[in-house]
Structures are given as C-alpha cells and as structure tokens.
C-alpha cells in the first residue's frame, strides 16, 4: 500500500477557463481507514463540464467545491482495502461523488461491485452504462418521451450524453438530426451511431442546415450547448414539442451576463415543454436504465467511443478538451491500470 495519496485541491476560482494555478497537485498521508469503510485505488476518472461549475461559486445543483478542498469528481476505482463487510479487494464500483484523488476512503454501504458482462469492456461504465447513458436515457424517455416517426435534434451530438441520446432516439424509431463540431465527428454520428443526419456547426449554416434536414420542424431538442446553436433550434420546435435541458456548456466559462434566447417566445407559441434537470435527480432509478442499456449495448444497438487521458496529474489540462470541442464520446483520464479480467 501507498502510504502517499495524490489530490487535485482547489487554490482559487477560476475566472474564465481553468488556468494553471486555480488547482494544485498534492501528495498527503493516507487518513485511516474507519469500521463501515473501503480504501478505492481510482482507475478512471470523469471528466465533465460540471466540474467547471463546481469550481465556481455560484447558487447551482451542489456547494460549490470549497477553495482548499479536493476537487470532487467521479470515477471507477477498485477496492484495495476494506472493513465493510459487503465489499472485498479487487471489487470494482463507481465512486459517486468523490474527489480527484488517487486514494479515497469512502463508505462502503454507499457503493456497490459492478458486474463483469461478457464482451463489455470496464469504461462501459463510464459511458452507456455510467451517469452520462444514465443522463441520456431518463433525459430523453422520461422528459422527451419520443414517439416514433418525430424528428429530434441534439446538439453536442458527439459527446458523452449526445451521442447517447440520438441511439436511443433511433431505437424508438424517431429521425435524429445531431450536432457537432468536425467532419470527424459528423462521419462517426452518421457512419457509426447511425444517425440520420449531422451539421458540421463551424463549417456550416446551423439555420440552413435545420431547414434542410428538418424539413417537418423539430419535435424533440435534447440541448447539451446554448447559444446561438440553440436559438437556431428553439426557431424551428413544432407545436406541443419537448426541450429536456441537459447543459449550456457554451455558457460555462463566460465571465459576463449571457443573453437569454432570442427566439424564447416560440416556447410560448409552439407550447413547448421545456424541463432542466441533473442526473442525480434519478439515481434511485438507475437500476432500471443500467438494465435497459446494457442490453441494447449487448444486442448491438449502441456504439460507443472513449477519449483516455492517462495520468491524474494531466486532468486540470484535459477538461478544456470539453469545451473545445475536441473530445470524440465519453472523456476520462485513465489514472491506474485497470485490474486484468
């Protein structure tokens, strides 16, 4: 055992993007292990805008995290001591709402061992069967509740949630119309995810581009991004159409008031439900969406790609790739080696 741990810890707010400095890299002794408790060793890491607005104190979802603190974040990490009766070495389980750290003591009732499913690889559970499908999944047939034959449009398509999103949407037989930010990215949602079709929203008219792949209007906006992309969208909803907010990460580092959508008062004329929510909001059912997935992913139904990072100490770095657009699917830093299987 280490007797070293490894934390990101928040030194100031960020202004603007992350920069260095607004987190520092700390090695600390281990704290012991208390009765009800599990020593987890991280393997991956989640990256995911949110971690940005936890940086900042703002009146959100959760505290923002205090200055001092560990950054909090999610991952999967493997058991490597325990004194809770339900869990052993070598279990693998979803760390929740932990820290950025290479050691966590955590309380083992709150954490489960994930199951090994033939052919389904670990960062599955960071995907399609993590808190990113488990966002997708009740964000689109809970609030959505797509019929077949209705068109839906998801911006940040190639995403971890977006690209989610549209399979789903697909399998209950509606046309997916996705939005991206390469050639690369539009290829995969078409090629890969089988979406219907994809705008390329730095090369192309957004306006234009909906028009003409949504020629019937838009049904359904599953919306990951804001902005003007946004407003493009909201232009074309048809009537008693549905708008689960997801996120606004083109909003997340902004330092000035953002404008509200222009187009706002087509809600009003298309009677549009429009309904923000955060995943946490549905962990007592994600039993029921993990089951769902996993066996659309297991007949084949749903494609996903992973962006891997390797090493903690390059996770503050790596989170730009969120707002840059660079990632392709879920990003994660990879922080150990995965147990063999």
Known sequence: ??????????????????????????????????????????????????????????????????????????????????????????????????????????????????????????????????????????????????????????????????????????????????????????????????????INYKSENVGAALDEHCPDGIDINFENVGGKIMDQVIARLNDFSRMPLCGLISTYNATEPVPGPYSFSNLLMRRTLLKGFIVIDYFPRFPEGIQQMAQWLMEGKIKFETDIVHGLENAPGSLSRLFEGKNLGKLIVQVSEPPEV
Do not use: H
């Open 1 to 198: 055992m280490a007797e070293l741990n490894k934390s990101w810890i928040l030194r100031q707010r960020p202004v603007g993007d992350l920069k260095e400095g607004d987190l520092e890299l700390v090695e600390a002794p281990l704290e012991p292990l208390k009765d009800g408790e599990v020593r987890t060793r991280l393997i991956y890491l989640s990256l995911d805008p949110t971690n940005r607005i936890w940086m900042s104190d703002v009146d959100g979802y959760l505290p923002p995290v205090g200055i001092g603190d560990a950054m909090r974040g999610g991952g999967l990490a493997e058991v490597v001591e325990s004194k809770f009766d339900g869990l052993k070495p070598g279990d693998i389980v979803n760390t929740g709402l932990a820290t950025w750290s290479l050691y966590s003591n955590l309380p083992g009732e709150a954490l489960n061992a994930l199951p090994r499913l033939p052919g389904v690889p670990l960062t599955a559970y960071m995907g399609p069967l993590g808190a990113t499908g488990m966002t997708a999944y009740f964000g689109l047939m809970d609030i959505a509740k797509p019929k077949a034959g209705e068109t839906v449009v998801v911006s940040a398509a190639a995403g971890a949630v977006g690209s989610m999103v549209g399979q789903i949407a697909k399998i209950q037989g509606c046309r997916v119309v996705g939005i991206a930010g390469s050639d690369e990215k539009c290829r995969w949602l078409t090629e890969t995810a089988g979406f219907d079709a994809a």
